[in-house]
């Protein structure tokens, strides 16, 4: 199966004492399921976890594809905004 979407929420971890951070400890856990449930049942969305994407001081991080949009610092409310974009038509 192709996808039209494709999401990928960044969900690295690093030890607490890490001056990068990581996406882990800012949040990016309930994003993801957040993510995942609104996004059920959506024919040609894909949602997925993902390693470091390479912006830890800028976390939670998402990117959605093909668009190539690049959430940083996301919260529940840019989770919603992002849902609403993969939902709506054209």
């Not at 830890?56 to 990117?63: F, L, M, R």
Request: aromatic share 4%; with cysteine.
């Amino acid at each position: 199966m192709t996808y039209r979407e494709h999401v990928f929420v960044c969900l690295n971890e690093r030890p607490a004492d890490d001056p990068k951070g990581c996406c882990m400890s800012r949040g990016a856990g309930p994003l993801l399921e957040q993510l995942k449930e609104q996004t059920r049942g959506i024919k040609g969305v894909r949602v997925n976890k993902a390693g470091c994407l390479g912006r830890c001081a800028e976390g939670p991080v998402i990117v959605r594809y093909p668009a190539g949009e690049w959430l940083v610092h996301a919260t529940a409310e840019d989770v919603t905004k992002l849902t609403k974009k993969i939902t709506e038509p054209g």
